[in-house]
């Protein structure tokens, strides 16, 4: 969702710029109906219409035939919204969702499509939209080698998220109630959380916080747990050290605040990381999930033979992670080159690029 808001937001300001080259703009989303994803859209005034849709990769024979009928009802109602708004281009950011929309839109109307690959190895949905996609935008050139009609490709970097934008460290510790004399290490295993990371950073909070502060998102489905957790983790320490421990469910628009205080990240190694931790030059401990094929995997390996993350496997979190954060935090020499590495991947115009590939597209 991110990254096609953050193109949007460039259509937006491309067509501000330039009114007489965009008369009447439209936008609209296509997704899946209920959850985040249409929440978030209509919260930022975009027009939005939901599809059927499901997966067939993996699911089993059991669901098979219920989920290639959903793919045959997801493909007449793609047409039928094809047919009414007429757009001029699509933009495809990847998922099982996308793939009777671009089936509709290359067999039933022949549009022109962009599709954007975030991570650097693309899921099947994605690899089947490339095959439709009149052009493919990639975080990173490594994606060129998963994908075919290579000539399509073109490297642009991760778009991100609206609202970030880069601030002090002092203003952003200031902001969040921080000491600015400190270390910070942020924690966050995304909007829904990750429930292995939230248990070991609980474990080895008597040992950690005597040296750092911590930012943890715990994620809406184990804020309750963390909560209920945190007095016995807590327990036998003084209260000038407990007041460094900062446990959130998630942050929206106070993100940039922790990504620009922290001197460390521990996360998963979701797309976002190839793009929002070198905005803001943000060492990282990565610690892809290890219940999916190798996305996160692939992301964690690409910044870490760069120099800029140190990686962790799920199950060995519990041995190395205190060692591994207790290491950066007592050498700062060590965190100001994986940040440097990081900073190094930044492509700040990412959004700007997808757009203006959109806008070529469009004119034919």
Not at 183 to 205: C, K
Request: neutral net charge.
């Amino acid at each position: 969702m991110y990254p096609a808001l953050s193109v949007l937001k460039n259509l937006y300001a491309l067509a501000d710029a330039e009114p007489q080259k965009f008369p009447g703009l439209e936008v609209l989303w296509v997704g899946g109906a209920g959850g985040m994803e249409e929440e978030l859209v209509k919260r930022e005034h975009i027009a939005f219409e939901s599809i059927p849709a499901a997966g067939v990769h993996g699911v089993g024979l059991r669901r098979l035939p219920g989920n290639l009928w959903q793919l045959g009802r997801g493909l007449t109602a793609s047409s039928s919204i094809l047919r009414r708004f007429q757009p001029d281009v699509l933009l495809f950011t990847g998922g099982y969702l996308a793939v009777p929309m671009a089936l509709a839109a290359r067999l039933v109307s022949g549009m022109r499509s962009l599709l954007y690959v975030p991570d650097i190895e693309p899921g099947l949905a994605l690899k089947v939209l490339a095959r439709f996609a009149d052009r493919i935008a990639v975080t990173a050139e490594q994606s060129r080698d998963f994908l075919p009609r290579k000539s399509q490709v073109v490297e642009t970097g991760y778009p991100l998220r609206p609202d970030l934008a880069r601030t002090t460290p002092t203003m952003a510790r200031q902001k969040l109630g921080l000491s600015p004399d400190l270390p910070v290490v942020l924690v966050t295993g995304g909007s829904r959380g990750a429930r292995s990371i939230n248990r070991a950073v609980q474990a080895i909070l008597p040992d950690l916080l005597p040296l750092a502060q911590v930012v943890h998102l715990t994620g809406q489905l184990d804020w309750q747990e963390v909560q209920a957790n945190t007095q016995q983790a807590l327990a036998n320490l003084p209260q000038d050290v407990t007041d460094r421990y900062h446990c959130f469910p998630y942050l929206h628009e106070e993100m940039a605040l922790a990504l620009a205080a922290a001197d460390v990240v521990v996360s998963r190694a979701g797309a976002s990381s190839l793009g929002e931790y070198p905005f803001f030059g943000l060492p990282a401990i990565l610690v892809p999930y290890p219940f999916a094929w190798r996305y996160q995997q692939v992301n964690a390996q690409y910044l870490q033979q760069r120099g800029a993350a140190r990686i962790i496997q799920d199950g060995e979190m519990q041995e190395k992670l205190l060692p591994e954060l207790v290491g950066l935090l007592s050498d700062p020499a060590k965190r100001a080159a994986m940040g440097a590495a990081m900073r190094s991947l930044a492509r700040p115009q990412a959004g700007k690029e997808i757009a203006n590939l959109l806008v070529s597209l469009a004119a034919g």
